[in-house]
């Protein structure tokens, strides 16, 4: 079994958009420039906001671009890396918390959580107060007869590190730059912090590699991780592709999801722009992502955010 185990994890909420891709081919890459193998998991926890048809799509998609994976994806031991299906899983590690007594209620709307006197960090996110921390048996008896909660987990004053791959080294105080945050909505649904910690530890990921924009979950899954006995992986966070304005990409950007370049572009073409904006290679030319794991180096990723290749822009 190889050492290396890198994982591509994408959200069947949409179509994949070119942001999808560049982060799954520098996963894709990190992995195989290590001979390492590569897991697809489908994190399609929310039920109102996957479908099964984005998630042919995806697969679909990323066997066009010749980004294979080793194991997971949909057909895989009848739904083992499918988020949606793994529930008990999920519930087994909640109760371990639990036990720990490091999980309670809490009733805040969201309403209550973003006003605009709730406490927030000087970059603008959101932190909770512990609002619901101390509740009474009885306050709890009688909160729950208005509204379910979410559940929290509570964090201690610890600081997390970690070394990134492309960012250096990197910590957080859970409890002064976090707050309890949720494992489980209230209408049931574990959240992706629980939900994607549990899964990269019991499935051997070893590395992570993800957009910039969830370093922030980092110390709380490696928390999680260390709580619960599981192992963490490395983690390296990569640049987010923008448009020309600066705005990062979204699944709302019809026009540069795969299903329409697919229709312009080769996979190669596509491939060869995204690697040359990326700054693995020194000029654009259609490329394979196999003849790009010789050149690939975490040194040559850009740290910017990558503004949108000119010859993509429609």
Partial sequence: MSAVVGRFAPTPSGKMHLGNVLCCLLAWLSARSKGGKVLLR?????????????????????????LNWDEGGLEAEEGR?????????????????AQKGLVYPC???????????????????????????????????????????AWRVRVPEEVIGFTDYHYGPYTENLAQECGDFVIRRADGVFAYQLATAVDDGLMGVTEVVRGRDLIGSTARQIW?????????????????????????????????????????????????????????LPEYQPVT???????????????????LPEMLRG
């Fill in 107 to 149: 009733f805040c709307s969201r309403a209550e959580l973003h006003a605009a006197d709730a406490p927030h960090l000087s970059d603008g996110r959101y932190f909770y107060p512990g609002t619901c921390r101390n509740l009474s048996e009885a306050e709890i008896a009688e909160k729950s007869k208005k509204r379910k909660p």
């Fill in 81 to 97: 890396y499918c988020q949606s299906r793994r529930s008990d899983v999920y519930q087994r590690y909640f109760d371990i918390l």
């Fill in 42 to 66: 489908v994190e399609d926890l929310d039920p109102e906001r996957s479908g099964a048809e984005f998630e042919r799509q995806i697969e679909d998609d990323l066997l066009w671009l010749r």
């Fill in 289 to 307: 992502a196999e003849e790009l794991v010789p050149l690939f180096s975490w040194d040559k990723v850009a740290r910017e955010d990558i503004r």
């Fill in 224 to 280: 999680l991780q260390k709580t619960l006995g599981l192992p963490s992986p490395e983690y390296g966070h990569i640049p987010l592709l923008t448009d020309v304005d600066g705005r990062r990409l979204s699944k709302r950007d019809g026009e540069l999801d795969l299903e329409r370049l697919r229709e312009r572009w080769s996979a190669e073409e596509i491939i060869g722009m995204l690697a040359t904006a990326a700054g693995i």
